[in-house]
């Protein structure tokens, strides 16, 4: 199976700031992963698709890119809104999700 | 606009069984494949089954297999999960979501978009 290592776990920034997550795939996915947004009590929400393609109606704010087995979604200026949990998922192999990073307020 | 309704969750005993549905509307059902997703209390999303457009094709994750068949109707629109054998650690919330790239490419892809959910749970 392809394990999914998201780092950090848990992030604090303030509104602004240029945030950065990571996921580290087991073995080679190429391009093969997305990254999705939940926030509490709510179904989670597609954001990039195939490594770095932005869903429609998606903020331009949000950025992928990665291939191989490391990947980074980047919020180039955090909002309050973005305030969630962010998973990434391989679809080289079946599926497999990261463990999630949780994104907070400083 | 699509729009996908789950039902079907509650409170099982183990060891029984339950029937999850997922009522889909705004697309043309039969031409999308899709997913099965679940997510635990305050854990993270396991991917639990996918079903392809016509039904032809069904993929389980490990743990699953043999205990839960995904399933659809095309005619009704429905997207089905069996479960059977119900265990604890099965309690989650289930959600249906719906392979875009699939539909485009015939290749399998991402989850979008994705129901609110229905939510098991698992005891005694």
Request: aromatic residues 12%; charged residues 15%.
């Amino acid at each position: 199976d392809i394990q999914m290592t998201q780092s950090p776990s848990s992030l604090s920034a303030s509104v602004g700031d240029r945030v950065t997550i990571t996921c580290r795939a087991s073995q080679d996915v190429r391009k093969y992963v997305n990254w999705y947004q939940q926030k509490p009590g709510k179904a989670p929400e597609l954001l990039i698709y195939e490594a770095s393609n932005l869903e429609i109606g998606v903020p331009s704010r949000f950025s992928g890119s990665g291939s191989g087995t490391d990947f980074t979604l980047t919020i180039s200026s955090l909002q309050p809104e973005d305030i969630a949990t962010y998973f990434c998922q391989q679809y080289h192999t079946l599926y497999t999700f990261g463990q999630g990073t949780k994104l907070e307020l400083k | 606009q699509v729009q996908l309704a789950e039902s079907g969750g509650g409170v099982v005993l183990p060891g029984r069984s339950l029937r999850l549905s997922c009522a889909v509307s705004g697309i043309t059902f039969s031409s999308n494949a899709m997913h099965w997703v679940r997510q635990a209390p305050g854990k993270g999303l396991e991917w639990v089954a996918v079903i392809s457009d016509d039904g032809s094709n069904t993929y389980y994750a490990d743990s699953m297999k043999g205990r839960f068949t995904i399933s659809r109707d095309n005619f009704k629109n429905t997207l089905f999960l069996q479960m059977n054998s119900l265990r604890p650690e099965d309690t989650a919330v289930y959600y249906c979501a719906r392979d875009p790239n699939y539909h485009r490419t015939g290749s399998w892809g991402w989850f979008h978009p994705w129901g609110q959910g229905t939510l098991v749970t698992v005891s005694s």
